[in-house]
């Protein structure tokens, strides 16, 4: 899995979401901006993403994942 798929399918799980991923061999950072996030708790925000990718995963093609999520501002 790449950095670009792991941000394409965030992107289309959560309408309006803009998701920022860097990394390789498994072990990638993402910061999330998505308006879904309102009113969620950081640790459920977080479970949000890691549910998107739980077969990759328990698989390991995704090792570690670290989150920084956030709700757009001004909106």
Same mark, same amino acid.
């Given at each position: ?16 979401? =803009?998701? /920022?991923?860097?990394? !390789?061999?498994? #072990?990638?950072? &993402?910061?999330? *901006?998505?308006?879904?996030?309102? @009113? ?13 990718? =739980?077969? /990759?995963?328990?698989? !390991?093609?995704? #090792?570690?994942? &670290?989150?920084? *999520?956030?709700?757009?501002?001004? @909106?």
């Amino acid at each position: 899995m790449t950095a670009k798929e792991i941000a394409r399918r965030i992107e289309a799980a959560l309408p309006g979401a =803009r998701a /920022e991923v860097s990394g !390789e061999d498994a #072990h990638f950072s &993402a910061v999330v *901006t998505a308006p879904a996030f309102a @009113g969620r708790s950081r640790v459920e925000q977080h479970k949000m993403i890691y549910d998107l990718f =739980r077969d /990759e995963m328990a698989r !390991e093609a995704i #090792h570690a994942l &670290a989150l920084r *999520t956030s709700v757009p501002s001004g @909106g």
